[in-house]
């Protein structure tokens, strides 16, 4: 489903905070990723400084809630307003996770992980359809970090390849949080890649986190990507046509710029070169596998 998809480059998470240094930056940064729920039902002066931002940047807007494997579908307001952002900044795509954030009217203010059955993938399958046929363009889902894994009839890769066996939507395989879940929950990321669809991948995020003093694992976005994750992505470049790398950086920002720079350089250089510059608005392999790591 990704053949068409525009190859967007090396781009970074927007945050109010990295602005000046994105403005800064020139090329530098080949796109940007948008909080959607910043910009739905916004006024006007917002939405104008998001056609600012566009001017320079081809943009993609990232959901937290969509939550697409609650019992309900998707508020129909929701998904309207979300089909004008996305004409409105002629995103290539749109993402959202693979979770719940409400139950009911409640929200949970979290991404909770889903029960991995059969069943559950097939609905989140048939609500994710349905909600990308309404948008109109493709819908990517993103693989989230969960701390307490109950008993499932599904390991997480399987039932990423089931959501995706009853869907034409795509992947937005978060490296970060693959590793640390590896990590935290004991599996092997060689056999996790094995069982995914990797012809369905369309954009990979990167980020750095914490640990904690007994050894867990945080998805915090507040450090530079670690090498494990730098060797994932050379593994996964090797094997499927990745669209746009994208690295997060939400917290303990750096005084320079340039160490957000030299990450979206390197992840362009493992990837591989993408259009030049004017295309793109228009439209060396880190060490180490990261197999099994612990």
Same mark, same amino acid.
């Not at 993103?142 to 701390?147: F, K, V, W």
């Not at 003093?213 to 990745?242: F, K, M, N, Q």
């Given at each position: @489903? ?18 000046? %240094?994105? =403005?800064?930056? %020139? ?8 909080? $959607? ?23 993609? #807007?990232?959901?937290?809630? *969509? ?15 979300? =089909? ?6 002629? !995103? ?18 979290? *991404?909770?992980? *889903? #029960? ?37 009839? *599904? ?8 959501? @995706? ?50 050894? $867990? ?6 450090? #530079? ?5 730098? %060797? ?25 710029? $340039?160490?957000? $720079? ?15 510059? =004017? !295309? ?5 392999? !880190? ?8």
């Amino acid at each position: @489903m990704s053949a068409h998809l525009p190859h967007l480059g090396s781009g970074l998470g927007y945050r109010r905070e990295l602005a000046d %240094g994105i =403005a800064a930056s %020139g090329t530098a940064v080949d796109w940007l990723e948008v909080i $959607t729920e910043h910009y739905l039902f916004a006024p006007a002066d917002t939405r104008q400084a998001l056609r600012e931002l566009r001017s320079g940047h081809p943009l993609v #807007p990232h959901g937290l809630e *969509l939550s697409l494997g609650s019992p309900r579908p998707p508020d129909p307001r929701y998904v309207t307003a979300l =089909a004008e952002l996305v004409q409105e900044i002629e !995103a290539p795509w749109f993402s959202d996770h693979l979770c719940f954030t409400r139950s009911d009217t409640v929200s949970v203010g979290t *991404l909770t992980p *889903l #029960p991995r059955s059969r069943a559950v993938a097939r609905d989140v399958a048939r609500r994710a359809q349905r909600v990308q046929d309404e948008v109109g363009v493709p819908l990517i889902l993103e693989n989230i970090t969960y701390h307490i894994d109950l008993p499932n009839p *599904l390991s997480e890769a399987e039932f990423i390849a089931e959501v @995706m066996e009853h869907c034409a939507c795509g992947l937005l395989l978060d490296l970060t949080n693959l590793d640390i879940n590896s990590r935290n929950h004991h599996y092997d990321v060689g056999d996790f890649l094995d069982t995914i669809p990797l012809e369905r991948v369309v954009q990979v995020h990167l980020a750095g986190g914490t640990q904690d003093p007994d050894g $867990t694992a945080r998805d915090t976005h507040s450090a #530079p990507v670690p090498e494990r994750v730098w %060797g994932l992505l050379a593994e996964l470049s090797a094997r499927a046509d990745i669209k746009a790398t994208l690295l997060e950086r939400d917290q303990d920002f750096p005084e320079d710029f $340039t160490e957000i $720079t030299a990450e979206i350089d390197r992840a362009r250089d493992t990837v591989g070169p993408g259009p030049a510059p =004017a !295309a793109r608005r228009a439209a060396a392999p !880190a060490p180490g596998r990261g197999r099994g790591a612990r």
